[in-house]
């Protein structure tokens, strides 16, 4: 295959819960593998439920967390390589997006001093004049300007057009790569289209590649190339985004499927509700195996191995949808 | 059944007032499931709040009231506002945004049972009995009784909300309003609550209002919706209709812009921003976003009416007869 | 009503630099005339110059100490709390062995060895070492919650070093809180150095609010009736105390009612 | 002034320890106060439980660090809190208007040979310990040797510089014997001002302590007139109860005459508020340290408040106890330095000290190293007035100065005449008041010296600032 | 087996917080050009009048031996960590010389204890109860008026509410002697009768002062929590004030301040000083403060040692109950 923009090996990260009292450890990421080429940009979507360990994941890819196991490479160069990183050059390729626009600038700073921090301290534009010209051009991309941002405190915007500035900021370093964590989720519905219609064009534009975190499933069928499911920290699904979603194999993305409220189509059966959701995370056999219609003794039993399809379509369970049809 | 009679109500700031909600008259019938839908910040919440008479400065009723009125254990009651918060999580609960939050977080959930039982109904039977009547009902909820030793941190937040649905239908009050009770939760979650919410409805047959703005949800459960737009009820009716045959410009733009899983179809959202509600345009609120915008929108604001039977909404479109009622989407 | 203690806090801080202090320049024990508004003291001063100078350095005092101990407190805290690791365990510690540290006593030592020699900034100095603890630990787990703000993370990816971070981000919530802080110290030390003059351990020739009522008293103003002047530090500690009292209250309010927006 | 003076009642005057006082200009003016004993209604009793109107209440200057403790060997014993006064027996006393001594313990002046280095000693015979013992020659013998044997003992040295040995003759005579001649045996281990050292201890108690420097003697035998009865664990007082002998005891040998009060109470009280507060509402009857100013305030307040004289000076010169500044030459630098000590000397202002401090009261000396008492003015001080008048100093830069003013009297008579005060014109009446002077204010003098001792001048004004470390 | 752990670590802190104190404040009062045994000296010379300087200098290391001060700084510190720290042997008191510091801080201790623990714990109650209601029922008239009183009693300084009690009460009114005596020879009911008087103007000015405090600070934090979304959840559900003031706001609230008490019963030790000195009161406030005016370096130690302990002790105590008052730590 081709070269890899971004390869997570294995990684798994643990959490000690509960404060001083306890010793408790959770996995929130467990053993997730998966890869995203350099070639050609992507949308990667992950979805699943909340607690899942999305945003954990997110931040082992910035950096902001360490994996306790197994690696993550980036561009080649592995993480664990502590030698060979260079922030610098790091913050160049990958770019983060947060959930909640408010939250991702500071209440006392104006918005543009992110942006000319970005393009100064970052050394992608070697003056004042070109740095205003680079963010006034990246602003235009998102449907902003500079003219409408400058000055302006975050309070005095509304949060899709926040969210634009945001995501204006994480572009002006060119990324290849930009980590977006639930960044519709604060953003009204009238304006999550336009976002995500941006990601669309954005990914074409500048040949970024975004790995999209939500769990609106809806937003992530529309403009995601690929898609992976997680629950408890597990990747139990990963493919081609429409594959999947028409036609999920793992009973847990079936599960999330049909929990999506669709208009047009009404729910009719019922469905298993999660229990205490800390206890799941620390079972040994299928972490799904207690709600899954479908379990068997094996499920109860022992992990299930990560079965990979031709066509890279993999997932992580003993009896896969699909293959029990065929079958 | 509640009528909400011209209400118009706003928030006294140190700007001036901010007129939330605007004229809004409509009634929302006994055993349905009434949703609430709009943008952040066009006054569900607000709205809610005035339903359930928390008319607590800031927030001021300008003109027009509310009745309350029905039938609980054969007796017939009406209250307006003023007398509504006289018989609050009686006829009457409440599930307020962020139900994450709304519990105690030192005592037990048990506790919170035991509270929130009026005093008049809890002298005339031994604690023990209340104790029981309560597992009993959460169990019928499929809740598990456990749950009532429990401290509220120690329950999942999609599991608090059931919780506090339980404690706010335990009385079997003739009217439930919640707000929001999904959002924050992941879609399983949310889909057990909201069938939760439809079967406790069909059991007690009474009215609850349900505000959300994912209008995944309202297609779901709730038998009649209003759209709410910039503090003013903009479109109400039948919910399928809404969907199928919305007839104000937001809410055609609102249904139109749904991504829907097993549809890569190009979507676009709506540009622009709703206006300020401190110094609101004159004319319609939704004109500078309206991508029909006439002269007569920006002068004059448009009249809530009934445009079929148990069909409302304020539109100059509908004079110009230029309102498309057609299916708005594909299967 | 805050604004107006303010107002007199402030305007009387100001006023003192017409005023030359003299010993025995007027006949002593006056009452209060047009000429002497509060009357002189046994040793023939004014009352109201007393006063004011009293007034000024207090604050002084307070202000000096309010200062250090607000700076270092909030340097140490950022330290510790950005730091993390062992450099912000041994921190930690230090900063909670200085709140258990009972201050009076230690403060009744470090002035009993230094009296004679100590000047109005070692007295504040002095009184700055008891100052510092307590807004560390605060701004401390105030960064710590910050660390992880999403607005730090938006920081570095636009390239702020740690430096910048701690003082552009992290540095302007922290003075919010500093600043109710600092009113909070400026009214603790002014107390603490009261309480020493009142057990006689303020430096001798520092005209202070305590040093004032302790040299009234012990020239017996409370019996021979100089109301004036025994009274009339009481009067401005305790109108100054409530005054900025009411301030921090004020600003918090305010800072609340900013926050609930 | 001696310890005995208790047995008039309402004379007793109490002193602090000069050594102490020396050290401290602000503890004022000594002007010994009492209230008059008030006819208490015979019902009330005292907080320590004894009828307040056969209770004499004392006030003591600072509470004692070590209660219970009554062993005037032993470190740290608080003599001042009633042990000097009232248990404490001594070789000789004194008087100390007429600037005579008195055999206490001893029976009349000790006889020494010529060469002053025997001396014999007599001892009053009728004196009993308050267990019933004789006191005799042997306590005193026993005494002087248990300080003479006690590295632990702090005069431990001193007697054994001066002593060469002590004996007893016969029962009721000693014999000292010094090592080198020493006339003056009554004045160094006799009461002159305050107590002496040499207070004798019954030989029957103290022989049987293994140590007697850690012998607390809690319940002492005394040959005083008083006993404790009661003491405060916290030190904040002492209760003394009259002796049923009195008589044997040594004032009622001496003097014949009965104490009046049956307790004597001895308490602290904390600082000049409530020490005036408690005079007034009778919760004591005797300060030691009242300025003028407080004594003018009490009497305002309570009629029955007294001292000396009614009107000022309030109290008598003639107080055996000098005030001021005191230097231990032994220090060392700058101290030990004439023209530095001068220095300090012309740099005070000695009529705003007078006014500031005392209002006043008090006659200026010029000479620091004798009580100015009527009677040392008379025969010391002015005979040397010529020769004060005379005396210059040399500058050290070619000038000199004449520091002695003789103006003091006049000046201060004149401001306070100005405060209201009834001052007598007469020349030789201010003398008497204000004494005969004392050294000049003269800032531009004294820096001279300051220059001329050593010191760099880093000044520019004409005020000198000089810190002073004060030490005994 | 957690709880273990927990309490493991949290001790280890507790440790090091103590022993950082004790060193600091060792070595401050050794940093200072004031000894203790030139004080002596001076005061013997003073008594006994001149000594040849062989003498003296006999004296003087006879001196340094018995209070413990010979040997270089290092070994000094080294025996008081072993004697002190770990035995609570502080050695003899130097101005009470030879009686140990330790029996003449247990001497004053119960005083101490008597009036500010008791006066603490009251003001801290009262304090809570008025606090709460000037929180919770903010547009109360009474409330404000407390609260008035509160902050404008609070903020004075100490002394001199503490002189104003005593010349009105015991001076102009005479209701109590102006210095309490305590009788400490009588049988016990004479002691607590003395006791009793001796304190009751000590105790009112420490409660005037303590409770404003707690009026303003749990004022705040109850004020605080009746804006939280389960108090105006608990409002919608309809319950009685009552209900609400007690089970949510105070139990709420209460939480912080228990905290905060911890650490001002610590503070018992130094904060006394003041009403010790006005009124007289025997205690171990004075008791520093006149250590530390002869020098007494043990007695200095040995005071805020116990004071430093204490305080730790007390919020180490805090630390470790307050998973059983707080339930979202005990479970979370
Ligand atoms: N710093 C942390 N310390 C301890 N536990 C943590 C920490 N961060 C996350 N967790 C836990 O790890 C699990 C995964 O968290 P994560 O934030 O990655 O989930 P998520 O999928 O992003 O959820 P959401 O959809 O709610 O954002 C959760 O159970 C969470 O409680
Ligand atoms: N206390 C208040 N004072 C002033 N303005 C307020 C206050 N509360 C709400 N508002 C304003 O009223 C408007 C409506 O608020 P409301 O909470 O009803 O919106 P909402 O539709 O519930 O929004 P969301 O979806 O975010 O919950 C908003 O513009 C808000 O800024
Ligand atoms: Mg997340
Ligand atoms: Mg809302």
Redesign the interface.
Known sequence: MSEKLLEIKKASKFFRIGGMLSKKKLTAVDDVSFDIDAGKPVILSIVGESGCGKSTLCKMILRLHDPDQGDIVLNGRSYKDHKGYDPFRFRLDVQPIFQNPYEAFSMRKTVDTYLFNTALRLKIAKSYKEAEKLVDETLKSVGMSFEVIKGKYPAQFSGGELQRVSIARALITRPKLIIADEPVAAIDASMKMNIVNLFKELKDKYNVSFIYVTHDLSTAYYVSDYIATLYRGCLIEYGQAKEIMDDPSHPYTELLMNAVPRVGEKWNQELVMPDTEDKEYAITYCKFAPRCPYATEECRKSRPEMKVAVNGRKVLCFHPLNEKEGS | MIKIDHLSTSYTTIDGPVHVINDVDFEIYDNEIFGIAGESGCGKTTLLKALYDILDFPLVVDSGKLILSGEKNGQAFSFETGQIRNTWWNHISYVPQAAQSVLNPIVPVKKQFLDSIPKANITKEPKAITMKRISNYLEELSLSPDLLNAYPFQLSGGMRQRVIIALATFMSPNVVLADEPTTALDVVVQRGILMMLMSLQKQLKNTMVIVSHDMGVHYQITDRMGIMYSGSMVELGKTEDIFEKPIHPYTRMLVGALPRVGDKSQKTGIPGRPPALTNPPPGCRFAPRCPKTAEECKKSVPKFREVEKGRFAACHLLNRGECRCQKNYSK | MTVFFVVIGFIIYFLPHINPFTFNSYPSKLEPTSEHWLGTTSMGQDVLWLLIEAIHNSLLIGLIVATIGTVAGVFIGLLAGFSGGWLDRVLTVVTDTFIVIPSLPILILMTSFMKGTSTVFIMALVLAMFAWAWPSRQIRSMALSMRERDFIHTAWFSGEGTVQVVVTEILPYALTWSLSNFMNATLAAIASESSLAVLGLSPGNLISLGNMIQWARDRNAIFTKQWFWIGSPIVATAVMFIGLFLLITGYNDYLSRKRGR | KGPKNTTTGTETAQTT?K??AVTDT?TGAETETKAEAEPAPSGETT???TPRNETLIVECQSPT??PGQFNSYM??TTMGFGIHQLMSAMMWEIDTVKGEQFGEVADGMPESNADFTEHTVKIRQGIKWSDGEDLTAGDVVFTVNMIMTN?GI??N??YN?VFKSVEKVDDYTVKFVTKESFPRLAQRFGVTIWGN?LRIVPEHIYSKQADVT?FKDSAPVVAGPYTVK?????G??VLYERREDWKNSTIGVVTGKEPKAKYVWF????????R???L??N?VDILCEV?P??L???TA?NPNIACWYKGFPYATSDDPCSKGLAFSMGKGAPFDNKDFRWGIALAMNFD?ISQ?IFNGVGRASPFPMLTNTSACQELYVKPLLPWLKDFSLDLGDGTTVKPFDDGYAERIAGVLRDKGYDIPTDHDALIDMFGVGCWKYDPAAAEKLFIKAGLEKKMTAGILMV?L?H?? | MKFRKYFGLRFLTYLLTVWIGITFIFFIPRMFPSDPVENMIGQIQSRSGQMDPAQMDALRSQLRVQFGLEGSLLTQYGTFLWNGLLHFNFGPSLMSYPTPVGQIIGMYLPYTLFLSLTTTVIAWIIGNIIGLLAGFRKNKISSKILEGVAICIYPVPYFIIALVLQIVFAFVLGWFPIQATINTQGNFAVLFASLLKASILPAFAMLLVGTGWWIISMKSLAGTTSEEDFVLFARYRGLPEGTIGTAYVFRNSILTQVTALAMSLGGVFGGSIMTEIVFGYPGVGSLVQKAILMSDYNMILGCITISIVAISTATLIVDLIYPFIDPRIRYS
């Open positions: 320890e050594a102490e602000e907080e320590v439980g660090d070590t470190q740290g590295p702090t005069q040295a001193y510089q050292d850690q009661a003491y405060d664990e916290l904040k007082w308490r602290n009280l904390g600082d000049d508020t409530t005036q507060m408690s007034i509402n919760e300025t100013e407080m003018e305030v009490m307040q705003e500031n810190n470390s030490s005994t």
